[in-house]
């Protein structure tokens, strides 16, 4: 699911608190990615890969310290 469509909240809360989250980025031929980014971050890149028809993009809150950050994630701040 994306953020539009799922119903998710259109930004980030606005309480000062950074919050991670996990990204999963699933495009049409198949191929699926995870990644940690923002809370912010996330949200504006899945409203962004939605409204291109770019992937479906989940969002979580099971971080694992594992996950590499979403590449060029300040390219989607606020």
């Known amino acids: 699911?994306?953020?539009?469509?799922a119903?998710?909240?259109a930004s980030s809360p606005s309480s000062g608190v950074v919050m991670e989250c996990r990204l999963t980025i699933e495009?049409?031929?198949g191929v699926v990615l995870r990644y940690c980014?923002?809370?912010?971050?996330a949200y504006?890149?899945?409203r962004a890969?939605?409204?291109h028809q770019l992937a479906?993009?989940?969002i979580d809150h099971l971080v694992d310290p594992d996950l590499p950050p979403l590449p060029?994630?300040?390219l989607w701040l606020p």
């Open 72 to 74: 060029c994630a300040r």
């Open 27 to 29: 495009f049409a031929h």
């Open 1 to 5: 699911m994306d953020a539009d469509s």
């Open 37 to 41: 980014a923002e809370e912010c971050v």
């Open 7 to 9: 119903g998710l909240p």
């Open 49 to 51: 890969a939605h409204s």
């Open 56 to 58: 479906q993009v989940t």
């Open 44 to 46: 504006a890149f899945a």
